[in-house]
């Protein structure tokens, strides 16, 4: 790998991030939910894992984020923290711990940060939980915010489609951008959002900004890793790009095992005591 200011850390914090976002090294981010994912993505470097509540989909099956509660995304989280050494883990508080009651969302950020040993919660939406926002950093817990495709809003907006593409939108998603950052947030992911408005998003403020399917101009990027990995295979929205095609060759391996049983060909004698 070539020599990134990121390559000489032994921890990554929120000033390697912020020097990082500075210094025009993209930041490269990824989901895990559990403690072997999670220690392979930190030897191979990645910057930031996300304990992302997609959790609910590719670990639970569920149709949305909304069912995953509290308790799950600490299991998930202290998981993850268990494996890793190097990199910045952010943990999505899941819906309904955090909106309406800046109170509620603290005792959950301290729950999160407590139980796991996480570095970060993140939270979605704009001006509306900035009250929430407020009262995390107070007790000094770093927040990254989340705006475009909010899945946990998915409800209000019926549809997974590109968000902001109208100029009223577009306006006011760069409005809750500067919003995010003058309360203090670390970071921002901007997902699924026009290409020129994640790059407008970008140079309007100066914390760093990590894009899924929002262009190469955001200061990062994330994707899901069962989505990249190709384990998970009906989802292919324009932005994925599969480095690899996990689910089929994980699928071929079971195979071999179930035929290698039954032929009584596993285990041979070598493979016995
Ligand atoms: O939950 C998640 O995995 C996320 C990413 C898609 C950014 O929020």
Redesign the pocket.
């Known amino acids: 790998m070539a020599d990134y200011l990121s390559s000489n850390v032994n921890k990554v914090t929120t000033n390697v991030l912020q020097r990082m976002r500075n210094e025009g090294e993209k930041i490269a981010m990824l ?1 895990a939910y559990d403690y072997s994912t999670a220690k392979l993505l930190d030897l191979a470097k990645i910057d930031i894992i ?1 304990v ?4 609910a989909n590719v670990m639970a099956g569920y149709k949305t ?1 909304l069912p995953i509660t509290l308790d799950n995304m600490i299991y998930h989280a202290s998981s993850v923290v268990r494996a890793v050494e190097r990199a910045f883990v952010v943990v ?1 508080m899941p819906f309904g711990t955090y909106q309406g009651n800046s109170k509620e969302a603290l005792h959950s950020a301290i729950r999160i940060m407590k139980e796991s040993g996480a570095d970060a919660v ?1 939270l979605e939406g704009g001006e509306e939980v900035s009250e929430s926002i407020d009262r995390i950093l107070s007790a000094g817990i770093p927040v990254m915010g ?1 705006l475009g495709l909010t ?1 946990q809003s998915i409800n209000k907006f019926g549809t997974y489609a590109v968000r902001a593409t109208d100029e009223k939108e577009a306006e006011k998603l760069l409005h809750d951008a500067q919003i995010l950052e003058k309360h203090g947030c670390f970071a921002l ?1 901007l ?1 699924k959002i026009p290409a020129d408005l994640a790059k407008r998003v970008t140079e309007a403020i100066n914390i760093p900004t ?1 894009g ?1 399917g929002a262009g190469h101009d955001t200061s990062g990027q ?3 890793f069962h989505d990249m990995m190709g384990i998970t295979q009906q989802f292919s929205p324009r932005f994925l790009r599969r480095y690899s095609n996990l689910g089929e060759e994980i699928i071929t391996a079971v195979s071999n095992y179930i035929h290698d049983v039954k032929a009584v060909d596993f285990p041979n004698e070598k493979e016995q005591y």
């Open positions: 989901t996300l992302g509540d997609s959790a984020t999505d993140k989340h899945p992911v997902e990590i899924i994330v994707l899901v």
